[in-house]
Every structure is written in structure tokens, then in C-alpha cells.
């Protein structure tokens, strides 16, 4: 199995394309260094991994959240995916995780297809 293949596939978003990442070929190493790479730019008291996807960058990123700050100071909590189409997996994630208004977010995500929702930055990011 490769991280990038050509062929004819139907995206969890339901659209077609004639390419796939596929990165349940990454190594507990390769999510590791991502998690690194992440947890150098981004705080978070917690991280969320959008299923199936997520769960191997949220449990690699789980070292790095840092504890609750009262007040204002509250460090927001993290959703991660590994490949973003439309953003709607993450969307529902925060949806159905918001607790209170005063919850605030940020999301990561190692590859993006296009555009992102503001509130969600690529690792590696495609053109549209």
C-alpha cells in the first residue's frame, strides 16, 4: 500500500476522485513526528480525533495537551483529522463536543484537499 494512490474513489465526503490518501499506511513513528510538529506550533488542553481517521494523531497528541487555565487564559481544545475534503467530520465533531459557550477550538489536519474552514489548519495543504 502506498500514501498516495491514482485509481477511481468515492471520498467519505461522498465525492469522487481520481486520487486517494491513504494514510493508514503511516507508521506509529510517522504520527509521532506529526504530533511534534503539531504540539510546536498549537496548544490545547485536549485533543479529539475524528474517527477513523484522527484516532492515531489524537492518541500520538495526547502527551501534549497541557492542563485547564481558569478564566480567560483557557487554552482551547484540539480536533484532529488525517485528510480534510469539505470539513464537514470535523464540524460534527465540534458540534456535538460543545459543551458551553465558553469551549473554544482549533483543528489540525495533516492533509487538506483544498480550502479549510478558519478555524482549521493543514499540515499539508493541496490547491483547490
Partial sequence: ??????????????????FKIDCDTLTDEDWETLAAIIA????????IGVPQGGIPLARALEKYAQPSRI????????IVDDVLTTGASMEEVRLK???TQVDRFIGVV???RGSCPNWITPIFQMWG
Avoid: C
Avoid at 500500500?1 to 465525492?15: E, I, R, V, W
Avoid at 510546536?40 to 485533543?47: L, N, S, T
Avoid at 478564566?71 to 484540539?78: T, W
Fill in 110 to 112: 495533516v492533509f487538506a
Fill in 71 to 78: 478564566g480567560r487564559y483557557s487554552l482551547p481544545i484540539l
Fill in 1 to 18: 500500500m502506498s500514501l498516495f494512490q491514482s485509481g477511481n474513489f468515492t471520498l467519505h465526503s461522498g465525492q469522487q476522485s481520481d
Fill in 97 to 99: 463536543r460543545r459543551d
Fill in 40 to 47: 510546536k506550533r498549537r496548544e490545547f488542553r485536549e485533543v
